[in-house]
Each structure stands twice: as C-alpha cells, then as structure tokens.
C-alpha cells in the first residue's frame, strides 16, 4: 500500500515505512519529554556509569583478583595507595570484587525481569481479556502468588532448586509477576472495552488478532515503565538471597560480597571498607532505576503529564 499524489508529483511512500517515521517521532518525542525530568536523567547517569563498569569490567580490573589462590594482599587490610577500597579476609581487592559483582547483579536484575515482565504481561492479558473459566482461572492464580510472601517462598524455592546463578534468576523471576500481572489486566480491562477494538471485532477480527495488533501495543508503554521498578525489586532480591547464603558460591555479586563481610564481623571489627561499598552501590543502582521509571511512567501516563 502507498500513497500518492499526482498533482505534486510526490515520491510514493509505504505504510510501512509511514508506521516507522510515526514509531521514530514518538521516541523522539517522549525522549524530548524524559530530558526534562532531572531526576530521571540523574538515574539514568548512574545507570549508565554501572552499566560501563560491568561492560568494561576485564579492562578496569583483572579476574586473577577473583581467585583467592593468588592473593597477596593484606588480610582485611584498610584501604590505602594500593587498594583503594582495601582488601577482604582473603586478601583480595574490594574494588576488583566490586567491578564484577556488578555483572552479577546487573545480570540477575535484568534477566530475572524479562522472565517476570513475560510472565505477568501473558497472564495479565488473558486473565484481562478473556472472559469465564480462563479469565477465572489465571486471575485466582495470580491473586495467590500475590498473598504469598515473596522472601519465604523465594527461600524455600532457592533451597529446593540448589545455589547456581540461573536458579536465582528463575525463582525472582518466577515469584515476581504477580504485580506486572495485575497491572496489566487492568489496563486489558479498560483497552478491550474501546471502540477500536469493537470495530476490529465487528469486521471479523479474532481475539489473539484483536490482543496482538490492538491491545498489546497500547499496554507495552506501561510494561516498559514497570520494567524498570522490576528490576530494582530484582536487584535487591538477589542481595538478600545472596546475603543469606543462597546464591551462587562460585560467582561473585554484591549480595556475595555483604553476606561474606558479615559473616566475618566486618561491623564489629571496624573493616567497613567490605560492607559499605557493594551496599551503597545496591542503594545507588535500586535508586537509578526508581527513578526512570517515575520518570518514563510519567512520559507515558498522559494523565500524569497533565497534573504536573
């Protein structure tokens, strides 16, 4: 299909390449409107300063520095000219442990919530658009994970499966969609009862068509916004289950790097060098994350846009 106009002589344009200029001007629009949040492009700066770091992790620091057979560094030693964060009780540098940890982390974070964001988006939009006993069914299902506390039955699942890095993306990501789910069902809700979608009905159209090309893609907008929230919870998930001596023994995060500091008194022995850092960076990447999504929450809640 393309369109034309003989008089002017105008070069023919497709629809699909219409559909493309109309996508690439509301991403310019809505990055127009995310730079004038300072508070969300101060998250993402610090989103992007951890993503480097993770990124360029084997140029800033050596993996020898990981391997406890090879370090040479003083005991618990304070931070000095040679280790700027000091070094943990095996002698390794912080700062190295530091840098990679943040992959873990950012790993986990991240792919923990595209498993729960695939998760509740599905369930969300079936339970949403689908009347009776599936409608029923996915909504009882997602309303019990959500009575369920997350941190027990996080726990109980991360002991059962055993201590690997993919076992601790699998259980975040599978007892963290509950929220999204709802979410999304709501918005379902509201979508399906919309003139559009009644039109596509009325002319043939079929639900998985009607889901795919009309409802889907005006829920993604709040899917990508609580995207962003999800893996702040996921990032934090994974410190506590880390810090309680579930994660993965062989890899090294910042929920590694706290449970180790206190199980050798960091606190008490005044090494506040081992337990402050990977906690400030926990707080600072939570934080970053937080605060885009406000801020694209914002950029695609008309409603919100309003009122400020």
Same mark, same amino acid.
């Given at each position: 299909?393309?369109?034309?106009?003989?008089?002017?002589?105008?070069?023919?344009?497709?629809?699909?390449?219409?559909?493309?200029?109309? @996508?690439?001007?509301?991403?310019?629009?809505?990055?127009?409107?995310?730079?004038?949040?300072?508070?969300?492009?101060?998250?993402?700066?610090?989103?992007?300063?951890?993503?480097?770091?993770?990124?360029?992790?084997?140029?800033?620091?050596?993996?020898?520095?990981? %391997?406890?057979?090879?370090?040479?560094?003083?005991?618990?030693?304070?931070?000095?000219?040679?280790?700027?964060?000091?070094? %943990?009780?095996?002698?390794?540098?912080?700062?190295?442990?530091?840098?990679?940890?943040? @992959?873990?982390?950012?790993?986990?974070?991240?792919?923990?919530?595209?498993?729960?964001?695939?998760?509740?988006?599905?369930?969300?939009?079936?339970?949403?658009?689908?009347?009776?006993?599936?409608?029923?069914?996915?909504?009882?299902?997602?309303?019990?994970?959500?009575?369920?506390?997350?941190?027990?039955?996080?726990?109980?699942?991360?002991?059962?499966?055993?201590?690997?890095?993919?076992?601790?993306?699998?259980?975040?990501?599978?007892?963290?969609?509950?929220?999204?789910?709802?979410?999304?069902?709501?918005?379902?809700?509201?979508?399906?009862?919309?003139?559009?979608?009644?039109?596509?009905?009325?002319?043939?159209?079929? @639900?998985?068509?009607?889901?795919?090309?009309?409802?889907?893609?005006?829920?993604?907008?709040?899917?990508?916004?609580?995207?962003?929230?999800?893996?702040?919870?996921?990032?934090?998930?994974?410190?506590?289950?880390?810090?309680?001596?579930?994660? %993965?023994?062989? @890899?090294?995060?910042?929920?590694?790097?706290? %449970?180790?500091?206190?199980?050798?008194?960091?606190?008490?022995?005044?090494?506040?060098?081992?337990?402050?850092?990977?906690?400030?960076?926990?707080?600072?990447?939570?934080?970053?994350?937080?605060?885009?999504?406000?801020?694209?929450?914002?950029?695609?809640?008309?409603?919100?846009?309003?009122?400020?």
């Amino acid at each position: 299909m393309t369109t034309t106009n003989e008089s002017t002589g105008t070069v023919p344009v497709s629809a699909r390449r219409l559909t493309r200029q109309r @996508r690439v001007a509301a991403w310019k629009r809505g990055w127009a409107q995310f730079r004038t949040h300072r508070s969300g492009m101060v998250g993402l700066g610090i989103l992007v300063f951890f993503v480097l770091v993770a990124l360029l992790a084997p140029i800033l620091a050596s993996s020898q520095g990981l %391997d406890v057979t090879t370090a040479n560094g003083p005991v618990l030693g304070a931070p000095s000219g040679h280790y700027l964060l000091g070094t %943990d009780e095996n002698g390794r540098s912080v700062l190295t442990l530091l840098i990679w940890g943040s @992959r873990i982390s950012l790993f986990v974070g991240l792919l923990a919530t595209l498993i729960s964001m695939v998760i509740g988006t599905l369930l969300g939009l079936v339970s949403g658009y689908f009347g009776g006993w599936i409608g029923r069914i996915t909504f009882r299902l997602t309303e019990w994970f959500l009575v369920i506390p997350f941190l027990p039955l996080a726990i109980v699942l991360a002991s059962v499966l055993g201590r690997s890095l993919f076992n601790i993306v699998l259980v975040i990501g599978v007892t963290s969609w509950p929220g999204t789910a709802l979410l999304i069902r709501s918005q379902t809700l509201s979508i399906k009862e919309r003139a559009y979608v009644e039109r596509a009905e009325a002319i043939g159209a079929g @639900r998985w068509h009607q889901i795919g090309k009309h409802v889907l893609p005006n829920v993604m907008p709040m899917v990508f916004a609580n995207t962003t929230l999800t893996v702040a919870i996921a990032i934090l998930s994974e410190t506590t289950l880390s810090f309680l001596g579930l994660g %993965d023994p062989t @890899r090294t995060s910042w929920g590694s790097m706290l %449970d180790s500091a206190f199980e050798i008194g960091s606190i008490t022995t005044g090494s506040w060098w081992y337990i402050v850092p990977p906690g400030v960076c926990v707080v600072l990447v939570v934080l970053a994350f937080t605060l885009i999504g406000q801020a694209l929450e914002e950029v695609l809640n008309p409603r919100l846009r309003a009122r400020s």
